[in-house]
């Protein structure tokens, strides 16, 4: 809350106090305009980058984060106006102690709320052991070459894949912030890795029948505005971080895109509107990748051995 904007009336509706002040547009919003503003803002992003088709089925990653229950809230407000079209929230359980408990409570709380269809989905069933249990065994083997974020995202990401699949979605929307595509970018730059700096963007290419494809309707919205929605509708989140996410890249490069955003005011969303422009142009410079079968696990894969697998034989 902005308290510098509460003796002001709403830029949109010029009747209620604002409350909340965007530096990068200048805007000073009442709690009612602030939400409607959010919410059109994820209708106009659905819509620009063609996301849905109106009879799909659509898996929710909800983890019970802030981000992702913000989201789950606006799907499944826009889809009772669709009734063609149908929604399941889907939930990886890594198997962290102390921490996913909570979270799968919260996110099996607010699917019950909003009608909505919940399919957890865990590391133990589909690894034979937790991302816990996972990181003692590298811990013990002496590899250290991968933090435990990028264990858990290789994981994560073949789990959602493998959950959709299991629910019949035609699509998987994820709550990737504005402020999470922006650093995904800066770390692909910083990594070398052009591949990924071209193909991750708000709609992922169909570039395999057992992949399910994925679309980010909050790529737009800045993270704290996000967080902010869940405050101003009073939805339940889990707000403790994830005890690994301190060995994360990405929080040293979220730290210097927010001191970049609080001294040049629209920074982030410049960067993601240059990505947007250069991306076509660096996806045909890019090599496309050739996907065929695992010879582990039969998922798809860009050699003989999908990442998944690949790790995985290196802990065993």
């Known amino acids: 809350m902005d308290t510098s904007a509460t003796a002001t009336l709403c830029?949109?509706?010029?009747?209620?106090?604002?409350?909340?002040?965007?530096?990068?547009?200048?805007?000073?919003?009442?709690?009612?305009?602030?939400?409607?503003?959010?919410?059109a803002k994820v209708r106009a992003t659905v819509s620009k980058h063609h996301m849905f088709n109106f009879d799909d089925r659509i898996a929710v990653a909800?983890?019970?984060?802030?981000?992702?229950?913000?989201?789950?809230?606006?799907?499944?407000?826009?889809?009772?106006?669709?009734?063609?079209?149908?929604?399941?929230?889907?939930t990886v359980d890594e198997g962290i102690k102390?921490?996913?408990?909570?979270?799968?409570?919260i996110a099996a709380a607010n699917c019950q709320m909003l009608g909505v269809e919940h399919h957890v989905v865990s590391f133990e069933k589909l690894y034979g052991f937790t991302l816990d249990q996972l990181l003692e065994r590298a811990q013990r083997k002496g590899v250290?070459?991968?933090?435990?974020?990028?264990?858990?995202?290789?994981?994560?990401?073949?789990?959602f894949n493998v959950a959709a699949r299991e629910v019949e979605a035609d699509k998987i929307a994820t709550a990737h912030t504005l402020d999470d595509e922006v650093q995904?970018?800066?770390?692909?730059?910083?990594?070398?890795?052009?591949l990924r700096l071209a193909k991750e963007k708000p709609v992922t290419d169909e570039v395999h029948p057992r992949f399910v494809r994925k679309v980010k309707p909050f790529c737009e919205v800045p993270e704290r505005e996000s967080t902010l929605l869940a405050f101003v509708k009073g939805v339940r989140f889990q707000d403790v971080p994830c005890p690994y996410a301190s060995e994360a890249m990405r929080n040293d490069v979220r730290a210097m895109l927010n001191r970049m955003e609080e001294k040049h005011a629209g920074t982030k969303h410049a960067v993601f509107r240059l990505m947007e422009r250069v991306r076509p142009g660096l996806a045909e410079a890019v090599m496309k990748e050739e996907f065929k079968e695992c010879v582990e696990c039969g998922e798809p894969a860009s050699s003989v051995l999908c990442r998944t697998c690949e790790l995985l034989r290196r802990l065993e």
């Open 62 to 90: 909800v983890s019970g984060g802030k981000d992702s229950i913000s989201l789950l809230h606006i799907l499944a407000k826009m889809e009772r106006r669709h009734p063609e079209a149908s929604l399941v929230a889907v």
């Open 184 to 194: 995904t970018v800066l770390m692909n730059i910083f990594r070398g890795d052009m």
């Open 98 to 105: 102390g921490y996913r408990d909570e979270a799968l409570q």
């Open 144 to 159: 250290k070459e991968l933090t435990s974020c990028a264990y858990c995202g290789v994981l994560r990401r073949r789990a």
């Open 11 to 39: 830029s949109l509706c010029k009747r209620r106090p604002a409350f909340f002040f965007r530096p990068y547009s200048g805007e000073k919003l009442c709690q009612k305009c602030f939400a409607e503003s959010i919410e």
